[in-house]
């Protein structure tokens, strides 16, 4: 659990246990659309993307001048040797002020939520009045490793101390030396794609076919849906042509879905997950403004939501459980979600707005039938991804986090009444990253 103050122990009551120094405000949020790979955005950069978002929301929270932001947290998962300061570098192109601090943090496809935890928690300890947090990812502009048998003789040739080893050493170069290390969405530890992964809990669970084409026709509706009402006018930046999701399917129905072919567990009988119910490899960015009610107050700006709690989680998807379900690659939220809905006191049936990140419908309907195998009653669906998730809007990795934060704050604030949502983010390496929410 966090050092923030834990949710409230009954529907909007008053909390209980320790408290925070003070609470933690979700004050606004800045994506640009999200596009799908080698697209739109086949040529920019995770910087250009992230520093995109950020000037989006510098724009709208007037975050330009000197001080005005106390630090700068954010991530990408697929990085070039020149993102190796990211979010510093960011800083540095962007309307923030260039005095602003910055730091990388990387956690998977739970990145951008960590980094708002990172972020929040200094301000929940008095150590920053504001913050701004999120990540970017390109899949289109993945780096490209050089092989590494060729990456051994280049060592040598640079340790070498006479031009006679240098030249005994690129001797020993072949052709085979030259082909790159292209990345693989795969574990290094089984050599799985997290799709053929994801399979196997599907498997496990009994996940069906119809199921998980229904789920995600659901996403595209409501994410267009959500457009459609201007839920994102103030949370999506246009940029290099783009204005929504490029992913977005508003057509979508389970009846379309089922005609697609399964791409993953297709050397098991019945396979049931396609490219229409799993996400999409995509390019974007997106980032949060979070500050303490103070700073808030002293500039006008009225926050959205409180972050109250978080709890993370890890699986052994190696050599754990993983036939039979229990530690599937993806699975950790479903052991992180009760753990701090304990803590605080809370169930399932206390949140207005529960966001299950959508990295495979699969997925999400397992990990809904782990929490009710673990004793949480069942989550209503008008409840379950209100705006659409990753389905629809696509998943660069590190973005992920901080979309959610902002789409649910934005949630919570429209109500104009007292919330709570839940957020639960699995990731690879068997992690799972969750947070509470609230509007009082």
Same mark, same amino acid.
């Given at each position: 659990?966090? =050092? @923030?103050?834990?949710?409230?122990?009954?529907?909007?009551?008053? &909390?209980?246990?320790?408290?925070?120094?003070? =609470?933690?405000?979700?004050?606004g949020g800045s994506r640009i659309p999200f596009a799908r790979s080698d697209g739109p955005y086949a040529t920019a950069s995770n910087q250009e993307m992230l520093t995109a978002a950020v000037d989006g929301l510098a724009e709208r929270h007037g975050l330009e001048e000197p001080g005005a932001v106390g630090e700068f947290v954010a991530g990408a998962v697929l990085k070039h040797a020149r993102d190796f300061n990211l979010a510093r570098e960011t800083v540095l192109g962007s309307r923030l002020d260039a005095r602003t601090p910055a730091y990388d943090i990387q956690q998977a496809c739970g990145t951008g939520l960590q980094a708002v935890i990172a972020a929040a928690n200094k301000i929940a300890l008095g150590q920053t009045e504001s913050a701004v947090a999120g990540g970017a990812d390109t899949a289109s502009d993945a780096p490209l490793g050089v092989n590494d048998d060729l990456r051994r003789i280049l060592l040598e040739v640079r340790r070498a101390k006479s031009a006679g080893a240098r030249l005994k050493a690129l001797a020993r170069i072949r052709p085979s030396h030259l082909v790159p290390d292209i990345p693989r969405n795969a574990e290094p530890r089984t050599g799985l794609s997290m799709g053929e992964h994801a399979a196997v809990t599907a498997r496990a669970w009994g996940v069906t076919r119809e199921a998980q084409d229904e789920l995600a026709a659901a996403s595209h509706q409501r994410l267009a849906? /959500?457009?459609?009402?201007?839920? @994102?006018?103030? @949370?999506?930046?246009?940029?290099?042509?783009? &204005?929504? %999701?490029?992913?977005?399917r508003p057509g979508s129905t389970p009846a379309k879905l089922a005609a697609l072919k399964p791409v993953f567990g297709t050397d098991?009988?019945? =396979?049931?997950?396609?490219?229409?119910?799993?996400? =999409?490899?995509?390019?974007?960015? &997106?980032?949060?403004?979070?500050?303490?009610?103070?700073?808030?107050?002293?500039?006008?700006l009225t926050p959205l939501a409180h972050l109250t709690?978080? !709890?993370?989680?890890?699986?052994?998807?190696?050599?754990? %459980?993983?036939?039979?379900?229990?530690?599937?690659?993806?699975?950790?939220?479903?052991? /992180?979600?009760?753990?701090?809905?304990?803590?605080?006191?809370?169930?399932? !049936?206390?949140? %207005?707005?529960?966001?299950?990140? !959508?990295?495979?419908?699969?997925q999400v309907l397992a990990t809904l039938a782990a929490w009710e195998k673990q004793g949480l009653a069942p989550v209503d669906r008008a409840r379950l991804n209100v705006a659409g998730s990753s389905l629809a809007t696509g998943h660069p990795f590190a973005a992920t986090g901080a979309r959610i934060v902002a789409t649910l704050a934005k949630l919570l604030a429209e109500r104009e009444a007292p919330g709570r949502g839940l957020?639960?983010?699995? /990731?690879?390496?068997?992690?799972?990253?969750?947070?509470?929410?609230?509007?009082?």
């Open positions: 659990m966090s =050092p @923030l103050s834990p949710a409230s122990g009954s529907k909007h009551g008053p &909390a209980h246990g320790p408290r925070q120094a003070r =609470p933690v405000a979700v004050v849906a /959500a457009y459609e009402r201007g839920l @994102l006018t103030d @949370l999506v930046v246009p940029f290099r042509g783009l &204005a929504r %999701d490029q992913n977005l098991a009988p019945d =396979p049931t997950m396609t490219a229409g119910n799993s996400t =999409p490899l995509t390019d974007g960015a &997106a980032v949060v403004l979070l500050a303490s009610d103070a700073w808030a107050e002293s500039r006008n709690a978080y !709890e993370t989680a890890a699986v052994d998807f190696v050599t754990g %459980d993983v036939v039979g379900g229990e530690d599937g690659l993806l699975m950790a939220p479903a052991y /992180a979600v009760p753990r701090m809905l304990e803590r605080a006191g809370l169930g399932i !049936e206390d949140f %207005d707005f529960v966001e299950i990140h !959508e990295a495979f419908a699969s957020i639960s983010i699995c /990731a690879a390496g068997g992690q799972g990253v969750t947070a509470i929410l609230e509007r009082s």
